[in-house]
C-alpha cells in the first residue's frame, strides 16, 4: 500500500514536470487554440488568470493538493469547462468501449488459446497462430477503416462514427480488442502447454477424468492465474489504447480528450489524465495481487515465510 | 481465411449489439460533419465554431456577394466627413429568441461588452480607436433614441463597416445571457437574433439547431441542422458516403485527392468557390543566407507554381502572382510577376556571390544552406516542401526541412526563428485590411520576416495610414505602396490562390459560399 502510494506521488511529480517542459508558453497558446491574436497584453493578462506567473513548486503543490480533493482546475481552452467535469463526461464511454472489448477479448482468445494449446501442431492450432501473426501485424487505425467500409458503408448494418447508441460501440470495440486479442490467446496457449507437463495433469488423467474436466477444470484454472496480472493491466491498456481509435470512430472518450489536449496544449487536461491513467494502473496492479493471494493461497504463505 | 473467419465471429457479436440499423438522415435535416465541438458560442469572442455563432447571431451589416455591405440588423447608416463618426439606424421589430426585444441599449451593451475586454481584439483597431474615446472619458458608442445608435472613434478607420459584418465579435447576444452585466468572464445562454436557435449540443458529438418561429426577416427552409462531430478525416468522408452525413464544408475538412475522388461519384456534388487566400511561403530578411534581396528573388525566380498547383494540388487552387489575388480590394494594382526562370535566377544568385562550386553554390567558402520549417500536419506542405527542396538542389542550394507540431510549428514564426516557412493570408473579407494590419505587430512570422528590409518602419506606417485614410485615392497610394515594397523585396513567394470546397450529396441545393471561407451559408440551403 505505501508503495503504491509513492509511485502515485512520483506519478503526479513526473506528469507536472514533463508537462511543464514542453517549450510552448500555455498562455500565448491557449489564446491561439481560442483564435484570439496572442499580443503581449492579452498574453500577460491570461497568464495571470491561469496562475502561471507563480513559481513551479507553488503551483505544483497548489495543483497537488488541489487534485486531491478531485479539483482538476479548469480546462485552458474552454474556461466554461472543469477538468473533472470534462473527464467525468468522457469517462463513461471510454470505460463502454472498453468493457465491451474486454469481454470480446476474454470470449475469443480463451477458447482460441485453450484449443491450440490442446490441438498443438494441428491444423486448428495453425490458423490460430496465422491469426495471431495477422492480428499483431495489422495497425488498428488500418483495420478500422476497413470494418467502416465493409459494415457502414457496403452493408449498411452499422454506423460509422459516433456513441449515441450501443450498436455505435460494435466496430470500435472490435478493433480495439482485436490490438490485444494475439497477446491474450500466445499467452494462455503457453501457459496451458507449460501446465500440461505438471505431475497433477497426469494424476489427474489417471484418476479417469476425462479429457473434457481436465483441461476445462483443471488445466484451465491454473493456467488462467498466471494470465491474471497480465489481463487485469490488460483492462487498463484498452482504457489507455482508445487514443486512436476514439479518434476515427469519434467516441467523444477520455482517450479523444486526451490528444486534443496534448495538440491545444491544454496543461490542466494533461497533467490529470496522466495521473488518472497512472492511479488505474496502480490500482488494478493492487487488485489482481489481492485477487491472485485469494484464488492461490500458496502467494500469501510463501510472503509470510520470506 | 482467418481474417475472414474473424469477420464472420465479429458480425456475429455486432449483430448482437445492433439495435437499429445506420439510419439515414431525416428528410427535413441537413447533417453535415465537423472536426470539433461547437465549443463557447460567446459571440464576442472567438473560441466557438464560426458556422454556429452564424447561424445565432446577426450583426449591423451583412457582407454579400464580393463583399457587399448590405443591411441587417441595421437598416441604414452613414459615416461624417472627417471618418470618425458612425450612425446606424436599428430595425425595428426584431426579438432574441428568448423574447428579448432588440433595440440601441441592446446594441451598446454588447459594445461596452467588447470594449470591457479589450485586450482579446488587438486585432482590430476599431476597438482601440473607442477605447481611445473611451479614455478621454467621454462613452465611445451612444444611444441617440431607441433605434438610432452612433459608434466614435479617436481617429478615421474604414473597414469598420467590414468588420462588423464578418462573425466575429460585433454581433449580438441577448442581454438575459450576460454575467454581471458582461461577457468577458462566460455567458448565461447563446441566444441571439439569428434564424435558428441552439437546440441541444452533446459535447463532442453532435449540436442541433432548430428555426426560430418569430424570425423577423425570411425563413430558411430547412427546419433543423445536425452538426455531427468526426475528428479522423478519412472518417469523415466514410460517413458522408455511408449516408450518416450529408455534407462536409470547408478548405481545411477536405484535402484536394478527397475532392478529386467524389467529383467522378455521381451520388454526389462538388463545388470550388472563388478564390479566397492566399498560400505562400514567407522569406525571412533576417536570416543569414536570405538577408540579400537578389537570392530571395532568385528563389522567387526558381518556384514553378504552376507544377505546385497542377500537380500537388490537383488543379483545385490556381498558380498566385502577387501575395494577394487582384479581385482583393486595393491589390488590382500592376506588379510584374517573378515568373519561372531558371536563368535569371542564377544570374540574381552569381550577382549575389552565392556561386557554383562543384555541385553546391558557394559564397566565401560557405555553402548555400537554408531550412523551411512547416506544420507536420500538413501534409500539402511537406509535399511542396519536398519538390522544392529536389528543383533548387538542381542549382547547388541546399534546402533542409523541418516538420513540426502546430503550436511547436507557430512559436517558431512569432520568434522569427526560421528562414522559411508557410504563410496564408487571412482570406476574404479580412484582407487587405487585417492581414496587413497584422504585420505591424510581433504576434506573427510576417513581422519576424521583415524586420531585415530597411523600408520597415514606412511599411508599418503606410499600413496604419491606410486604414486611417479617409479619402478612397489616397488609401490606395498607401496600399500600393505596401504591396509593392513586399513585392519587390521578396519576402513573400506567392504560391497559390485558394479555393474553398464542399462536397454535398445530391438532395441539398442552394450550397454556395459565403465571402468569408471560415463561415457556411446553411441559411441558403435546401432539401429536395
Known amino acids: 500500500m505505501l508503495g503504491a502510494c509513492i509511485t502515485l506521488l512520483l506519478v503526479s511529480f513526473i506528469a507536472f514536470t514533463m508537462v511543464n517542459l514542453i517549450p510552448a508558453d500555455p498562455a500565448e497558446v491557449a489564446l491561439r487554440v481560442n483564435d484570439t491574436t496572442p499580443s503581449e497584453e492579452a498574453i500577460e493578462e491570461i497568464r495571470i488568470k491561469l496562475g502561471l506567473d507563480q513559481p513551479f513548486l507553488v503551483r505544483y503543490t497548489h495543483w497537488l493538493s488541489a487534485s486531491l480533493q478531485g479539483d482538476f482546475g479548469t480546462s485552458f481552452t474552454n474556461a466554461n469547462r472543469s477538468v473533472f467535469g470534462e473527464l467525468a463526461r468522457s469517462f463513461p464511454y471510454t470505460l463502454t468501449l472498453a468493457g465491451i472489448s474486454l469481454v470480446l477479448l476474454i470470449a475469443v482468445s480463451i477458447p482460441l488459446g485453450v484449443l491450440s494449446a490442446v490441438y498443438k501442431d494441428h491444423w486448428l492450432d495453425k490458423i490460430v497462430r496465422t491469426f495471431i501473426f495477422a492480428s499483431t501485424a495489422m495497425p488498428n487505425f488500418w483495420l478500422a477503416f476497413i470494418l467502416i467500409w465493409f459494415f457502414s458503408i457496403k452493408l449498411y448494418w452499422l454506423p460509422s462514427s459516433g456513441a449515441t447508441s450501443w450498436s455505435h460501440y460494435a466496430l470500435p470495440s472490435i478493433t480495439l480488442c482485436m490490438a490485444y486479442i494475439a497477446t491474450y490467446i500466445r499467452l494462455i496457449r503457453n501457459s496451458m502447454l507449460d501446465t500440461m507437463q505438471d505431475n497433477y495433469v497426469s494424476y489427474a488423467r489417471a484418476r479417469g477424468l476425462s479429457e473434457y474436466q481436465v483441461i476445462w477444470k483443471h488445466l484451465l484454472k491454473n493456467s488462467l492465474q498466471t494470465s491474471m496480472t497480465a489481463l487485469g493491466i490488460g483492462v487498463v491498456r484498452l482504457i489507455a489504447g482508445t487514443v486512436v481509435i476514439e479518434s476515427i470512430f469519434a467516441i467523444p472518450g477520455l482517450g479523444r480528450l486526451a490528444l486534443s489536449a496534448i495538440f491545444n496544449r491544454d496543461y490542466p487536461v494533461i497533467q490529470a489524465y496522466i495521473l488518472v491513467m497512472g492511479c488505474l494502473f496502480v490500482l488494478s496492479n493492487l487488485i489482481i495481487d489481492i485477487l491472485q493471494t485469494v484464488i492461490d493461497p500458496r502467494l500469501k504463505s510463501e510472503g509470510e515465510y520470506q | ?528
Open chain 2, 1 to 528: 481465411m482467418t481474417l475472414m473467419k474473424l469477420l464472420t465471429l465479429a458480425t456475429c457479436f455486432a449483430s448482437a449489439l445492433i439495435t437499429s440499423p445506420a439510419t439515414l438522415a431525416n428528410d427535413s435535416t441537413l447533417t453535415f460533419a465537423n472536426y470539433r465541438d461547437i465549443r463557447d458560442l460567446n459571440p464576442h469572442l472567438y473560441g466557438g465554431e464560426i458556422f454556429a455563432q452564424n447561424l445565432l447571431f446577426e450583426g449591423l451589416i451583412h457582407l454579400g456577394e464580393n463583399g457587399k455591405l448590405e443591411p441587417w440588423l441595421a437598416t441604414n447608416w452613414s459615416v461624417s466627413e472627417d471618418g470618425k463618426l458612425y450612425t446606424f439606424t436599428l430595425r425595428e421589430g426584431v426579438t432574441f429568441s428568448d423574447g428579448s426585444p432588440f433595440n440601441a441599449e441592446v446594441v451598446k451593451q454588447n459594445f461596452d461588452a467588447l470594449l470591457d475586454n479589450g485586450n482579446r481584439h488587438t486585432w482590430l483597431e476599431s476597438i482601440r480607436l473607442m477605447l481611445e474615446v473611451e479614455e478621454t472619458g467621454k462613452q465611445s458608442v451612444r444611444v441617440v433614441d431607441n433605434h438610432t445608435i452612433e459608434v466614435e472613434f479617436a481617429n478615421s478607420y474604414y473597414p469598420f463597416l467590414v468588420e462588423l459584418g464578418v462573425t466575429r465579435p460585433f454581433r449580438f447576444l441577448s442581454p438575459k445571457c450576460f454575467k454581471e452585466g458582461t461577457t468577458k468572464d462566460g455567458t448565461l445562454c447563446y441566444v441571439g437574433t439569428g434564424s435558428y436557435q441552439l437546440s441541444s449540443n452533446t459535447v463532442d458529438q453532435q449540436a442541433s439547431f432548430e428555426q426560430y418561429a418569430n424570425y423577423w426577416g425570411e425563413k430558411p427552409q430547412i427546419e433543423k441542422i445536425v452538426a455531427k462531430v468526426i475528428p479522423d478525416n478519412q472518417a469523415r468522408l466514410l460517413a458522408l458516403r455511408s449516408g450518416d452525413v450529408d455534407m462536409v464544408y470547408g478548405l481545411q475538412l477536405i484535402t484536394a485527392r478527397a475532392f478529386k475522388q467524389f467529383e467522378t461519384d455521381p451520388r454526389f456534388n462538388t463545388i470550388l468557390s472563388e478564390p479566397v487566400s492566399t498560400r505562400m511561403l514567407i522569406l525571412n530578411s533576417k536570416s543569414d543566407n536570405l538577408n540579400d534581396t537578389r537570392v530571395r528573388q532568385a528563389l522567387s525566380h526558381l518556384t514553378n507554381k504552376a507544377v505546385i498547383a497542377e500537380r500537388i494540388l490537383l488543379g483545385l487552387e490556381k498558380p498566385a502572382d502577387t501575395l494577394l489575388a487582384r479581385n482583393v480590394p486595393y491589390a488590382d494594382i500592376e506588379l510584374t510577376p517573378y515568373q519561372y526562370n531558371v536563368e535569371t535566377a542564377e544570374q540574381l544568385l552569381n550577382a549575389a556571390g552565392w556561386t557554383l562550386d562543384g555541385k553546391v553554390r558557394k559564397k566565401d567558402g560557405k555553402p548555400f544552406e537554408i531550412t523551411l520549417s512547416y506544420d507536420s500536419d500538413k501534409v500539402v506542405e511537406r509535399t511542396i516542401a519536398q519538390y522544392l527542396q529536389s528543383e533548387w538542389s538542381k542549382l547547388g542550394l541546399t534546402l533542409n526541412l523541418v516538420g513540426e507540431e502546430e503550436q511547436a510549428h507557430r512559436d517558431r514564426l512569432k520568434h522569427g526563428e526560421f528562414d522559411l516557412s508557410f504563410n496564408i493570408s487571412w482570406g476574404t473579407p479580412y484582407d487587405p485590411q487585417s492581414f496587413l494590419g497584422g504585420m505591424r505587430k510581433p504576434v506573427y512570422g510576417d513581422y519576424a520576416a521583415q524586420q531585415g528590409i530597411p523600408e520597415k518602419a514606412q511599411l508599418d506606417q503606410h499600413i496604419l495610414d491606410a486604414l486611417e485614410a479617409t479619402n478612397e485615392q489616397e488609401r490606395q497610394a498607401h496600399y500600393s505602396y505596401v504591396l509593392e515594397t513586399l513585392h519587390n523585396q521578396a519576402i513573400y513567394i506567392p504560391l497559390t490562390y485558394e479555393q474553398n470546397r464542399a462536397i454535398f450529396n445530391k438532395k441539398l441545393e442552394g450550397v454556395g459560399f459565403n465571402p468569408s471561407q471560415f463561415e457556411i451559408p446553411l441559411q441558403r440551403m435546401s432539401i429536395k
